[in-house]
């Protein structure tokens, strides 16, 4: 059987960290804004847009570093899968950057 490179391991112990917290982080969100209606309001107030907002970064985390373990196997699928998600870092990061590159593509 065919030892896992150091790297890999890693990626899935974290990854599997990140998964488990961020499945618990996606029900508190899911019930924050399920119950809002009940109680008035956010039962987590003013943390909820911060809490949203890890909660996209958590996400794309945990599939990342699913998805790396995978894309470890080849190196050009590798190569491939860091550009896509650098793609998703910056988008996540930079809204704006899609509409620029759009509109440098369109006016060409």
Known sequence: MKQDNPIVKFAN???QVVSFFTVILWLLCLLNTGL???V??????EATGVLEYI???ATLVALA???FEFATRRIWLLIIYIVVVAACVILLC???????LAGMVLSA
């Open 65 to 67: 570093l699913s998805g």
């Open 36 to 38: 809002s209606g009940f």
């Open 55 to 57: 909660k996209y970064w």
């Open 40 to 45: 008035g309001g956010y039962f987590l107030g």
């Open 94 to 100: 930079f809204p704006g950057t899609f509409n620029s």
């Open 13 to 15: 112990v974290l990854g």
